[in-house]
């Protein structure tokens, strides 16, 4: 097998036997990414030399260091900052902008001695749903070059299905690890709120905003969060709760686990062969032993509108900050306010314009009462709609997105289209529990298809099981996409 097809076990495994070193596999991955990089644009920067830098360190410190990320080369969305590598959201706002500090998950990949091939793209500011709204150009699907790869992490995505790197970091706040995951074929998990400091993040909607790992298999979903999660003084949402190692679950068997099925996620409007493939992979959890029940999840049809409330509102608030003072892009102008005017009209681009407007409006004080509150009114009955749930059943089971990856431009024109693509994902976030994204099919287009799998408040475990369960009894996740 090419050295650039592994994923972080089994580099690992190849690097601890002496069959490889680090230097071969980071040569490996950016000999991949010169072949397909050009097709699929996943990355916005790279950082080439100082990659091989830290590869031929690791390569001394091979015999001895235990650390779990030695060698590996781990992708980061460009919304983490990155000491000394550009961090620009796909802004041209923070097109310039050079971090001087690490955020915590990218200090705990460096204490793993990790590798860091490059920045991933992404909609502006993690705004978008197909890595479209990027001011650097649009990433494509490995599956389909005329496709989008989901987003916001689509970059991230595409570079892990693409087999630019072993895996790589994410950010979701409304579905932007999972749904690029599913369009991708590739395992994206959003682990529970406060699991994973943000510290570091540049913050879109703090109160959904959560990093996590995009991964080629599941395995190594739970490696990468047994390095990243965990309290952090520096973000006070950060959970000072125990982290239980991720991979010692995997291989539990799932007999008697309850899988709830809510009737609100298979409905019309879903594309028949994601539909099937959904349907399929329950059954096959049930061959494995779960049982699955009917439940259902009643407020679903108002996440979406609930969700674009409230991400705007925060949006509205934490981009205040782009004043051309403190960060990046400044644009004269005759006096503060033009220069702050001319700046972010500049600097910002469409997606997160709407964005700011439609927060401000709802966040004005005459609408406040019936836009804001109402909207976190309905978060709070999403939530208890999942804790209901959650009293009768284990984990829950759906489609990870209406439909596999549509083509370039179709939903540009019309944002409610593109808002409806994150319509079975959004709900995850407004409850702040687990969901993973894993392969469960293909459609006769050979588009990839993702099952969603969804736990309690600090449940990973449960969720990381039935998809390690479900992925060793299928052969999705070995499918490569041909490029
Ligand atoms: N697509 C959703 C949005 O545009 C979610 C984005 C995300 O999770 N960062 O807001």
Redesign the pocket.
């Given at each position: 097998m090419e050295l650039y097809n592994l994923g972080i076990e089994e580099a690992r495994t190849a690097i601890d036997s002496g069959e490889i070193s680090p230097v071969d596999l980071i040569n490996a991955v950016f000999d991949r990414i010169d072949t397909v990089e050009e097709k699929v644009r996943s990355y916005i920067t790279l950082t080439r030399g100082a990659a091989l830098e830290q590869a031929r360190l690791a390569e001394e410190n091979r015999s001895g260091a235990k650390h779990a990320l030695l060698g590996i080369p781990v992708a980061v969305k460009d919304n983490i900052c990155t000491e000394s590598v550009t961090t620009t959201c796909s802004s041209k706002i923070l097109k310039n902008f050079i971090p001087p500090y690490d955020s915590t998950v990218i200090q705990r990949l460096k204490q793993q001695s990790y590798i860091l091939p490059g920045k991933t793209n992404?909609?502006e500011f993690?705004?978008?749903?197909s890595t479209e709204n990027s001011a650097f150009g649009r990433t494509r699907n490995p599956w389909d070059l005329e496709r989008v790869p989901g987003?916001?992490?689509g970059g991230s995505a595409a570079a892990v299905a693409a087999n630019e790197c072993m895996a790589a970091l994410g950010?979701?706040?409304?579905?932007?690890?999972r749904?690029p995951a599913a369009f991708c074929g590739v395992v994206g998990m959003k682990p529970t709120y406060g699991r994973i400091s943000r510290y570091g993040l540049v913050a879109?909607?703090s109160s959904?905003?959560q990093i996590g790992p995009i991964t080629k298999n599941v395995k190594d979903s739970a490696i990468l969060l047994n390095v990243i999660s965990g309290h952090d003084i520096y973000d006070s949402t950060s959970a000072d709760v125990a982290v239980p190692d991720f991979v010692s679950v995997l291989g539990r068997d799932i007999k008697g686990l309850k899988v709830g099925v809510p009737k609100e996620y298979f409905i019309e409007g879903v594309d028949r062969e994601v539909d099937a493939s959904v349907k399929e992979a329950i059954k096959k959890l049930e061959s494995l032993g779960a049982i699955p029940v009917e439940i259902s999840l009643p407020h679903t049809e108002y996440a979406v509108a609930a969700?674009?409330i409230l991400?705007t509102s925060e949006a509205s608030s934490n981009l205040a900050r782009y004043d051309g003072v403190r960060y990046g892009l400044r644009v004269t102008g005759d006096d503060l306010v033009d220069m702050y005017m001319k700046t972010r009209e500049e600097g910002f681009g469409a997606?997160v314009k709407r964005?700011i407007i439609l927060g401000t409006y709802s966040l004005s004080s005459g609408y406040y009462d019936a836009y804001y509150r109402k909207a976190q009114q309905v978060r709070t009955l999403i939530k208890q709609d999942f804790e209901k749930a959650f009293e009768t059943v284990d984990v829950i089971a759906t489609p990870t997105t209406p439909t596999p990856a549509f083509n370039a431009g179709e939903k540009t024109e019309d944002p409610l289209q593109?808002?409806l693509?994150?319509i079975f994902?959004?709900s995850v976030?407004l409850a702040g529990v687990p969901g993973i994204s894993v392969p469960c099919g293909f459609t006769s287009g050979n588009l990839p298809v993702g099952l969603q799998i969804i736990g309690k408040h600090f449940d990973e475990e449960s969720v990381l099981k039935t998809a390690y369960a479900y992925e060793q009894a299928t052969e999705w996740h070995k499918r490569k996409a041909e490029l």
């Amino acid at each position: 097998m090419e050295l650039y097809n592994l994923g972080i076990e089994e580099a690992r495994t190849a690097i601890d036997s002496g069959e490889i070193s680090p230097v071969d596999l980071i040569n490996a991955v950016f000999d991949r990414i010169d072949t397909v990089e050009e097709k699929v644009r996943s990355y916005i920067t790279l950082t080439r030399g100082a990659a091989l830098e830290q590869a031929r360190l690791a390569e001394e410190n091979r015999s001895g260091a235990k650390h779990a990320l030695l060698g590996i080369p781990v992708a980061v969305k460009d919304n983490i900052c990155t000491e000394s590598v550009t961090t620009t959201c796909s802004s041209k706002i923070l097109k310039n902008f050079i971090p001087p500090y690490d955020s915590t998950v990218i200090q705990r990949l460096k204490q793993q001695s990790y590798i860091l091939p490059g920045k991933t793209n992404l909609d502006e500011f993690a705004m978008g749903s197909s890595t479209e709204n990027s001011a650097f150009g649009r990433t494509r699907n490995p599956w389909d070059l005329e496709r989008v790869p989901g987003g916001s992490s689509g970059g991230s995505a595409a570079a892990v299905a693409a087999n630019e790197c072993m895996a790589a970091l994410g950010s979701d706040t409304g579905g932007s690890i999972r749904q690029p995951a599913a369009f991708c074929g590739v395992v994206g998990m959003k682990p529970t709120y406060g699991r994973i400091s943000r510290y570091g993040l540049v913050a879109f909607a703090s109160s959904f905003d959560q990093i996590g790992p995009i991964t080629k298999n599941v395995k190594d979903s739970a490696i990468l969060l047994n390095v990243i999660s965990g309290h952090d003084i520096y973000d006070s949402t950060s959970a000072d709760v125990a982290v239980p190692d991720f991979v010692s679950v995997l291989g539990r068997d799932i007999k008697g686990l309850k899988v709830g099925v809510p009737k609100e996620y298979f409905i019309e409007g879903v594309d028949r062969e994601v539909d099937a493939s959904v349907k399929e992979a329950i059954k096959k959890l049930e061959s494995l032993g779960a049982i699955p029940v009917e439940i259902s999840l009643p407020h679903t049809e108002y996440a979406v509108a609930a969700y674009y409330i409230l991400a705007t509102s925060e949006a509205s608030s934490n981009l205040a900050r782009y004043d051309g003072v403190r960060y990046g892009l400044r644009v004269t102008g005759d006096d503060l306010v033009d220069m702050y005017m001319k700046t972010r009209e500049e600097g910002f681009g469409a997606e997160v314009k709407r964005r700011i407007i439609l927060g401000t409006y709802s966040l004005s004080s005459g609408y406040y009462d019936a836009y804001y509150r109402k909207a976190q009114q309905v978060r709070t009955l999403i939530k208890q709609d999942f804790e209901k749930a959650f009293e009768t059943v284990d984990v829950i089971a759906t489609p990870t997105t209406p439909t596999p990856a549509f083509n370039a431009g179709e939903k540009t024109e019309d944002p409610l289209q593109m808002y409806l693509s994150d319509i079975f994902t959004i709900s995850v976030n407004l409850a702040g529990v687990p969901g993973i994204s894993v392969p469960c099919g293909f459609t006769s287009g050979n588009l990839p298809v993702g099952l969603q799998i969804i736990g309690k408040h600090f449940d990973e475990e449960s969720v990381l099981k039935t998809a390690y369960a479900y992925e060793q009894a299928t052969e999705w996740h070995k499918r490569k996409a041909e490029l």
